[in-house]
C-alpha cells in the first residue's frame, strides 16, 4: 500500500502538470490518430485482394492492432518516461538521491514521471477495439474478458522488463539512445498479429523479444480463441521476463559510482 500511494501521488503531480498545457492533449490526440491512421494503411493494402493473412480476417487484424495502441500508450504514459529520466540521472550520477531514499530504488525509478498527453493513443486504442468487435459481432464473454486482463497484465510485464534491461545498459554504456530508439522501431512489429512471422523472424519475436505475443496473446483472449495453456506461458515468460529484469537491475547499481564515484 505505501508503494501504491507513492505511485499514485507521482501520478497526481504529472497529471496537475498536464491540466497547465490542456492543449498539448488535445494535439497529441489530434497527432495520434493521424500516426494510427497512417499505420492502418498497410494493414488495408495487405487485405485489399485477400480474406485473410496467417489465419486473422481483417477484423480479427485490427484487434491486435487496438491492443498494439493500448499497449503503445502504457508504455509512453508510464514505462517511457521514467525510463529516460533514469538514464539521465545514471549519466549525471544525480541517481545517487534516489538510491538514499528508505525505498525500493526500482519502484521509485520506475514510478518517477508520468506523460498523460499520451493518453490519446489509450484512447485510440480502445475506440479501434471497439469498432474490430462490432465489424465482427463479437461480444466476448466474462471468461474471456477475465483471460484478456491477465494476458494484458502479462504483456505490460514483459514490456516494462525489457525497458528495464536496456535501461540497465546505461550503467555500462555512455550512450544508450540508440538502443532505445532501435527498440521503438522494433517494438512495431507487435502491430502486426504473430502467426505472420516465419523463420528467424517468428523465434526472435517470440522467445528473445516476444513483441507480437505482447499484443497477440491479448486479441486472442478478447476473441475467445486463447486456449489455458498458451495463458499460462504468457504468464510465466512475463515471470521470467520480471526475475531477469530485476537481477539485471541489481547487478547494474551495484556498478553504479555515483557522482562522486
Known amino acids: 500500500m505505501r508503494y501504491a500511494r507513492l505511485i499514485a501521488t507521482q501520478a497526481r503531480v504529472s497529471f496537475l502538470l498536464l491540466l497547465q498545457y490542456r492543449a498539448d492533449f488535445v494535439i497529441s490526440l489530434f497527432l495520434a490518430a493521424f500516426w494510427t491512421l ?31 495502441n493500448v499497449l503503445k500508450g502504457v508504455q509512453s504514459i508510464v514505462i517511457q518516461p521514467s525510463m529516460n529520466q533514469a538514464v539521465e540521472q545514471i549519466h549525471k550520477g544525480t541517481l545517487d538521491f534516489v538510491l538514499l531514499k528508505p525505498a525500493d ?33 463479437v461480444v466476448p464473454s466474462l471468461g474471456a474478458v477475465a483471460q484478456t486482463v491477465v494476458a494484458f497484465a502479462s504483456a505490460v510485464a514483459l514490456l ?38 516465419r523463420g528467424a523472424f517468428a523465434f526472435v519475436f517470440t522467445f528473445v523479444l516476444p513483441l507480437t505475443l505482447m499484443t497477440t496473446t491479448p486479441a486472442l483472449a478478447l476473441l475467445g480463441r486463447l486456449a489455458a495453456r498458451e495463458l499460462l506461458l504468457a504468464v510465466a515468460g512475463a515471470a521470467l521476463f520480471i526475475l531477469v529484469s530485476r537481477w539485471v537491475w541489481t547487478r547494474s547499481v551495484a556498478r553504479y559510482t555515483s557522482a562522486g564515484g
Open 160 to 197: 516494462y522488463s525489457i525497458w528495464v534491461m536496456v535501461m540497465s545498459l546505461a550503467f555500462v554504456f555512455v550512450k544508450v539512445d540508440n538502443l532505445t530508439f532501435l527498440f521503438q522501431s522494433l517494438f512495431d512489429a507487435a502491430r502486426w498479429p504473430g502467426s505472420i512471422y
Open 38 to 68: 497512417s499505420a492502418i494503411v498497410p494493414l488495408l493494402v495487405l487485405y485489399s485482394d485477400r480474406d485473410s493473412v496467417g489465419g486473422w480476417s481483417w477484423g480479427e487484424a485490427l484487434v491486435v492492432v487496438g491492443w498494439f
Open 105 to 137: 530504488a526500482q519502484i521509485l525509478v520506475s514510478a518517477q514521471r508520468f506523460d498523460f498527453r499520451q493518453l490519446s493513443d489509450v484512447v485510440i486504442g480502445c475506440v479501434i477495439l471497439g469498432y474490430a468487435l462490432a465489424t465482427l459481432g
